[in-house]
């Protein structure tokens, strides 16, 4: 029986000298191991012993067994080990500047989101008539996005613009106008910039709601600038962008840090101005509110508003590109979902 023993260890020793895949050592472990394995019949066959030589077999059997089972883990380190270096130091160096291989290149091919696009366009038509494109944190304080704006603490306004506080106090900004302060800080008068950004509010969202979507501010300070400048870059803006005729209203509208103040709807492109969710049923949508700048938030920008007036607005840029590209429901843009989204696809 000992010798058994003896026989088995070396034939264990040899074929796991062999063994050069995880496979081959589960291969390996179920034949010494297994239910059915040497280990197993070895125990079987110790019936016909006496007590004693039962003792003496079955420590044998056993110190052996413990080998068997750590010389298997080993070998399993071993090999996963081998294998992470493999994929970190012998894998071939990966081109990038290959071109994708078919049918990925076909089906897979990335494109700009179609919020994108229309931002480029905004920015296109802006830039050419003198404005400069500035950048502003998503994060900010509460005074930038609330008290330099007019909107001092418990204003009612606030109530419609909730947001997602950090635990230092700080925010997501929910509007772009937030930046206002900054860059009249930073530029002074004469000044006009416009200035894209992610918006994020605690909202109820719907075909035309998010809690995450994009605006575009714009603010131009001058001597004498009055309302029929500013109607005449919102027109220009939005026949540029649609190079279509559009129907628009101007109506009233509140906001603490512009007086007057306006409401720029579109009517909308999705139902044709009949009523459909898009619009919440009332055949226009809120594009672009906007103007004149309040001589408080002048002020508090460092402007003197007995020698500067200007305008501002703030652009739904997420809204545009429902209009622009037809898309009825503004979910679907942070939705994920390429089904969806590779309609919108434009180079
Ligand atoms: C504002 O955010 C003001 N800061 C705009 C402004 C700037 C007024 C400068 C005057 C001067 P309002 O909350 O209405 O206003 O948002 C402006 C536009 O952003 C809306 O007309 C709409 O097009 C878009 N918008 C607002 N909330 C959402 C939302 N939850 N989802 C998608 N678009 C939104």
């Known amino acids: ?37 040497h280990v197993s019949s070895l125990m079987k066959g110790m019936k016909a012993l006496s007590n004693e030589e039962k003792k ?36 071939k160096p990966y081109d990038i500047t290959l071109p994708a291989v078919p ?45 330099a704006l007019n909107i001092p603490e418990h204003h009612p306004a606030r109530d419609m613009q909730d947001t997602y506080y950090l635990s230092n106090g700080q925010l997501l900004k929910t509007h772009t106008s937030a930046a206002q302060n900054a860059i009249m800080r930073k530029y002074g008068a004469p000044l006009k910039a416009i200035f894209p950004g992610r918006c994020f509010r605690n909202e109820a969202t719907d075909a035309c709601h998010e809690n995450t979507f994009f605006q575009m501010e714009g603010m131009m300070i001058d001597e004498s600038i009055s309302i029929s400048n500013l109607i005449y ?22 906001f603490p840090f512009v007086e007057p103040g ?28 906007c103007g004149m700048i309040h001589p408080n938030v002048l002020r508090m920008g460092g402007i003197d508003p007995e020698r500067y007036t200007g305008f501002a ?27 969806k989204l590779s309609q919108f696809i434009a180079e």
């Open 262 to 289: 306006f409401e720029l709807d579109i009517s909308c492109l999705i139902c044709g101005g009949a009523g459909c969710p898009s619009c919440k049923g009332g055949g226009w949508l809120e594009l672009c509110p």
């Open 103 to 147: 049918p990925l290149a076909a089906a897979a091919r990335g494109s700009y989101s179609p919020i994108t696009l229309v931002q480029r366009e905004v920015e296109r038509v802006f830039v050419s008539m003198g404005f400069t494109v500035e950048d502003y944190p998503e994060i900010t304080d509460d005074y930038s996005c609330f008290q």
């Open 1 to 37: 029986m000992l010798d058994h023993i003896t026989a088995l260890r070396e034939r264990f020793d040899q074929a796991l000298a062999k063994a050069d895949t995880p496979p081959e050592l589960e291969e390996l472990r179920v034949a010494f191991l297994g239910k059915k394995g």
């Open 313 to 339: 607005f703030g652009l739904g840029l997420t809204r545009l590109a429902m209009m622009k590209y037809g898309v009825s429901d503004i979910r679907d843009f942070n939705s994920c979902d390429l089904k």
């Open 56 to 91: 003496a077999f079955g420590l044998r059997v056993n110190e052996w067994k413990e080998g068997v089972e750590q010389a298997l883990a080993a070998a399993k380190r071993r090999m996963e080990e081998a294998e992470i270096d493999r994929l970190i130091h012998g894998a």
């Open 233 to 254: 870059f919102m027109k220009t803006m939005l026949s540029e962008v649609f190079r279509k005729d559009i129907r628009v209203r101007l109506r009233p509208g509140f």
